[in-house]
């Protein structure tokens, strides 16, 4: 496989980059990707069988269940992480080994319904704090430990949607390229 096409199934709608701009209709907009992802992952997974469930994104990848329960990890870390902040001036949070992570139990074996169900609630959850962000609170912070950088709420914001979507991306190519559909 070509280092283009490998690069391709990683990044399926390319790599995260910050806006210049975080207007109100963009904000808006990326909350109702957060919203929206449990159901638009639902829709795209729940009739899968194990086998193609435990079938790998791209070579060297996480099985399409790893990056169901995955979501769900990150996701809550964001959840706690904008909570910190939201009460925290500018709190140092606790990062995570997602490769370990992903490596447990419940993210190899683990049925996804319980995950997509857990991710409605997170997604209501996010969605619905978000949506009462003030123009305040979208410019308070934490800093990320694994290179000492500050996020502001409103970048977090829009790196979520971005993941959420990302790792959609992901499930829905290697649906498309095995004729899943």
Known sequence: MEA???EKLKYPIGKFEFPKEFSTEYISDKIHEIESFPERLKKETIHLTDEQLD???RPGGW???QVIHHCAESHMNCYVRIK?????NNPVIKPYDETLWSELPDNLQMPIQ???TLLEGLHFRLAYIMRNLSDEDLEKSFIHPENNSEYKLKQIIATYAWHGN???AH???LKKNKNWE
């Open 4 to 6: 283009l096409d490998l």
């Open 55 to 57: 079938t790998p994104y």
């Open 63 to 65: 099985t399409v269940r």
């Open 84 to 88: 910190w902040a939201l009460t925290e």
């Open 114 to 116: 319980p995950t997509l």
């Open 166 to 168: 990302h790792h959609l």
């Open 171 to 173: 499930i829905t190519t």
